[in-house]
């Protein structure tokens, strides 16, 4: 069992940063790989970012267009979602996930079988 918790979440203006950690426990040592994945209001929840073990494999979703990164530090069990140029449109709830294994298709929030409990990103224009 792996434990997330999430946090970093708040209110910023159009522009600004935020940068999200989330913090595993339980079984932590192990390959498993991290992910952020995102819901607003009324919306579904939909993919923003994947890391792999080693940190050495990412994506991201199209639609952050280069604005976020994720990293991770093994050492301390924690996973980083830089968020930079933050827009409006970026408002959601975001929840980190843990996969055993690099899942196949990473963006498929049913791949991954741990999850936070959400932090909640609020940008004002």
């Known amino acids: 069992q792996v434990q997330l918790v999430e946090s970093g979440g708040g209110l910023v203006q159009a522009g600004g940063s935020l940068r999200l950690s989330c913090a595993a426990s339980?079984?932590?040592?192990?390959?498993?790989?991290m992910g952020w994945f995102r819901q607003a209001p009324g919306k579904e929840r939909e993919f923003v970012a994947a890391?792999?073990?080693?940190?050495?494999?990412?994506y991201y979703a199209e639609s952050m267009n280069g604005r976020f990164t994720i990293s991770r530090d093994n050492a301390k069990n924690t996973g980083y979602l830089q968020m930079n140029s933050l827009k409006p449109e970026d408002t959601a709830v975001y929840y980190c996930?843990?996969?055993?294994?690099?899942?196949?298709?990473?963006?498929?929030?049913?791949?991954?079988?741990?999850w936070g409990q959400g932090t909640q990103v609020t940008v004002s224009s």
């Open positions: 339980g079984r932590t040592f192990g390959p498993y790989a």
């Open positions: 890391i792999n073990w080693s940190g050495g494999r990412t």
């Open positions: 996930a843990a996969a055993w294994r690099f899942p196949r298709r990473y963006s498929d929030s049913g791949e991954y079988g741990y």
